[in-house]
């Protein structure tokens, strides 16, 4: 298994982070995927590398969007076979002590007492913030209402079942990655989520959620500004505006099928 986490200026966050992990998990591979982060992020990646084989550092030459360091980390985890690929922030907002419970639900945990075989376990588990049991803590009401609404949008537009597909603390089977087109994947920012559980779900894939608590970071500044925000507005409208025109386009040539069948 290997947890890819993203950083940019996360020097305080990463080292906790990473023993937070192995105490969790031993046996995961940790990537950091830095982004040239100026306060030395990198660096100190690089140390806890040298001094433990389980973590792996991949640099890239500068700041270019999540969605772009999560592209190359996912393909850097195919590349090498691993089994299961975990994302998740490095400023401590996603607890590494509910990883095991994304993994149980992954391997399919918990699948006979709802009526579904292991064989039916989802190749996409989300960790949720808004289903029951999950939970934010330190948020200001506007990041709140925030989150909550554009996943109330994204859900409706896009027609996803899940609760919390802006999330990115998550686990996915590497068939689930392997059979996304990542080169034609172009969204940047945080709508980078929302567009993974749309083409999971696209693909008939299975998608979970369990809940989680999330903790607002203590250390470092938040990456949320406001063109992130506005990317995900616009591309999730986008999204669902050609999902109904292919289901337009669906239902008028079933009607033309239906009348040629009927002699109309």
């Not at 500068?62 to 590349?79: H, I, P, V």
């Not at 603390?169 to 980078?192: E, M, P, Q």
């Not at 999902?243 to 239906?258: E, S």
Request: net charge positive.
């Amino acid at each position: 298994m290997l947890v890819v986490v993203p950083t940019y200026d996360e020097a305080p966050n990463l080292l906790p982070l990473l023993a937070r992990i192995a105490c969790a998990v031993p046996g995961a591979h940790v990537l950091v995927v830095d982004d040239a982060s100026p306060d030395g992020t990198g660096a100190l990646a690089d140390e806890a590398a040298a001094a433990d084989r389980r973590v792996h550092v991949l640099h890239r030459a500068g700041k270019e969007g999540l969605g772009a360091a999560y592209r190359a980390g996912f393909a850097w985890a195919l590349a090498r076979d691993y089994a299961v690929v975990v994302e998740m922030d490095a400023d401590g907002s996603h607890a590494p002590e509910q990883l095991p419970s994304l993994l149980a639900r992954l391997d399919g945990a918990g699948s006979a007492a709802d009526g579904r075989s292991r064989a039916d376990s989802p190749g996409l588990v989300l960790g949720s913030r808004w289903v029951p049991g999950g939970s934010v803590v330190d948020w200001p009401r506007w990041r709140e209402a925030l989150s909550r609404g554009a996943n109330v949008y994204a859900r409706a537009l896009l027609r996803l079942p899940v609760h919390d597909a802006t999330g990115g603390f998550r686990a996915y089977r590497r068939a689930t990655l392997a059979a996304i087109d990542l080169d034609d994947v172009t969204s940047a920012g945080y709508c980078f989520q929302v567009d993974l559980v749309r083409r999971v779900h696209a693909g008939g894939t299975q998608i979970a959620e369990v809940p989680i608590r999330f903790v607002e970071r203590t250390a470092g500044r938040s990456k949320m500004d406001r063109r992130v925000v506005v990317e995900a507005l616009w591309r999730i409208g986008a999204w669902g505006a050609a999902d109904m025109a292919d289901a337009a386009r669906a239902g008028v040539r079933r009607l033309r099928r239906g009348r040629r069948s009927t002699g109309g």
